[in-house]
């Protein structure tokens, strides 16, 4: 795991200044190292992370002629098969590296060559004798990339603070603040920053020249064709791909844990790295005390105990959560509102005194399809696509319970329909062949999973240095589960049932059929009383709410106390636009530190 970023101008020399800036930037996300390239009118910069290869994988890497470099950010999974392929066709390597197979996929395959990388990974691959850059992203966008392009170039970089213009304030992009007071999270290609696009999952950009000359898609889920198959059937194609895929995914020179939330993702990750490795492995449980919420961590002490695991479990108060708000607000740049952020970044803190690689069960709900809102009736769904035509009735809520995403925003014509493009686009590129359940689990996968719960695991443990890996994401975990057929995802009020019952064999039955929790943060008990008036306070005539109508949410809120969301989505955008527009820490920072005494 690392941090890259680059400059391919249309006409100048890169100074080296700039790349520095870049690299201080990412700087958290790969602390062992940081190297350049530089190459006329192109740059390229890495931050290391040292996992494999920790003497001789300092990256750029180059092929024997230097006429390949690559940088790269996250994991080849499938590095030695891969290696162990492209040698016998007669490619030298020259590191132990996994991303060294990178530029020899390259040479070999040409432009299918990424259909041979299972992993996660983003990076960047220059091609000198053709004057050609690759920008690429995994095929679930595990990793992140981002780019800006203009009349001089385009630059580009693992995180969005690394294209900021120092010289100018960020222009709040229109349409991406829709989207994140409707779902609390900014989807698609635009992000919150005008001018700055992600690199989509899936997606390889070419450039020549410091232009875009073309992009497109190696990998579409949505070409993915159901299965009709027995649970006896599913269940041995599901031993054997799990035996590879966790395999793959322990590679690594350094130490690893586990977040363990005592759900059935997690503790099967547990129970399926105890099968395939004997080594230590430390894991880490988070609860909220004193607090109403679902707390978990008995039953995460369950699982530590019985499959032997160093186990720590942290305790975190509020003041402990509102401490690191603006921290994780910072550390991420995007405009995303998940409350999940406060602990996994906590949990990410501790566990990098012990490990840099940390697994979680990220995405076994979405494919698997474990929500509850997979199993909505019928008629509730028909009666929302009524309401809100465009994506059968699914993801059509916003976060706002009292009012609609247009009374929030009283001066955007077709608020609604513009909040929710994203989910609109998914559900509509769905196969046909799919039934309402899988494409419910894809619309998820391409929006919520992709720019919510990624965007979490990524920013929050690189902030302290620890790399995420999500086996359940292996892209070909993700083109099985979905192909499913229902009757093996949802019975009756279960969910997830393939899943559970194929945990079966490592976990007791009544842990992996008890009802779905949830990871809950208390954040409601938060907003309330004298808190949440002097809340009010801050917010009111505040810069960055000009044409939201954010003062009834609010003082709606302080009265009744059933606007949690949207108010806390309120307070993450005023601290955001304080750190990004404003340059400096406002009133809303202020309210969050005397909180936190």
Not at 27 to 45: C, E, F, I, K, N
Request: with cysteine; net charge negative.
């Amino acid at each position: 795991m690392c941090g890259i970023a680059g400059i391919y101008s249309t006409s100048t020399p890169v100074p080296q200044a700039a790349l520095e800036q870049l690299a201080a930037a990412l700087q958290h996300r790969g602390p062992d190292a940081t190297a350049y390239h530089r190459s006329g009118t192109l740059g390229l910069v890495h931050t290391r992370l040292s996992i494999i290869d920790l003497a001789g994988g300092n990256q750029p890497l180059y092929t024997a002629d230097h006429q390949l470099c690559v940088v790269a950010n996250g994991e080849i999974y499938n590095h030695i098969e891969l290696r162990t392929e492209l040698e016998a066709r007669g490619h030298v390597f020259s590191t132990h590296s996994d991303c060294e197979t990178i530029l020899y996929a390259y040479r070999e395959y040409g432009d299918r060559f990424v259909e041979h990388l299972y992993g996660m990974f983003a990076f960047a691959l220059y091609d000198v004798a053709q004057n050609r850059l690759l920008l690429v992203r995994d095929r679930l966008g595990i990793k992140p990339l981002f780019l800006r392009a203009d009349g001089q170039g385009v630059r580009f970089a693992s995180e969005i603070k690394a294209l900021l213009n120092a010289d100018a304030p960020p222009v709040v992009q229109a349409d991406a603040l829709l989207q994140y007071f409707q779902s609390n999270f900014t989807s698609g290609a635009q992000t919150i920053v005008a001018g700055i696009e992600k690199v989509l999952p899936g997606e390889l950009v070419e450039l020549r020249d410091g232009r875009i000359t073309a992009r497109h898609h190696y990998w579409q889920l949505n070409q993915i064709e159901p299965l009709e198959l027995s649970y006896a059937e599913a269940a041995r194609r599901f031993d054997d791909l799990m035996a590879e895929v966790i395999q793959q995914h322990l590679r690594a020179d350094v130490p690893f844990g586990v977040f363990l939330s005592g759900g059935v993702d997690s503790s099967t990750l547990v129970a399926l790295i105890r099968r395939y490795s004997d080594q230590p492995l430390h894991t880490y449980s988070v609860g909220f005390p004193g607090t109403s919420v679902n707390n978990e961590l008995a039953a995460a002490r369950r699982i530590a105990e019985q499959f032997h695991t160093e186990h720590t479990e942290l305790a975190l108060t509020e003041r402990d959560l509102l401490a690191v708000l603006p921290d994780t607000m910072s550390d991420s740049a995007e405009l995303m509102a998940d409350y999940a952020n406060l602990p996994t970044y906590l949990l990410a803190q501790r566990a990098s005194q012990d490990v840099k690689v940390v697994l979680s069960g990220e995405g076994g709900d979405e494919v698997f399809a474990g929500y509850g809102r997979y199993r909505v009736s019928r008629f509730k769904r028909w009666w929302r696509a009524v309401q809100h035509p465009g994506s059968g009735g699914y993801r059509v809520r916003g976060l706002a319970k009292s009012t609609a995403i247009a009374a929030v925003f009283p001066d955007n014509a077709n608020a609604d329909r513009r909040a929710r493009t994203p989910f609109m686009d998914a559900w509509n590129s769905a196969n046909p062949h799919w039934s309402t359940l899988a494409r419910m689990q894809y619309t998820d996968i391409q929006t919520w999973l992709a720019d919510d719960l990624l965007v979490k695991a990524d920013r929050m443990l690189m902030a302290h240095g620890v790399e995420g890996r999500v086996p359940f994401l292996d892209h070909r975990v993700v083109e099985f589960g979905l192909a499913l057929p229902d009757r093996l995802k949802v019975e009756g009020r279960s969910g997830k049932v393939f899943l559970r019952r194929w945990a079966e064999q490592f976990l007791p039955k009544d842990h992996l059929w008890s009802k779905k929790k949830g990871f809950t943060v208390p954040v409601g008990a938060w907003l309330r009383g004298e808190r949440m008036a002097q809340l009010v306070v801050a917010c009111q005539g505040h810069a960055a709410f000009q044409g939201i109508e954010a003062t009834s949410l609010l003082t709606r809120h302080a009265s009744k106390g059933d606007e949690t969301s949207i108010v806390w989505a309120l307070l993450q955008y005023g601290l955001w636009y304080e750190r990004f527009v404003q340059g400096r820490a406002g009133v809303l920072h202020g309210w969050v530190a005397d909180e936190a005494i």
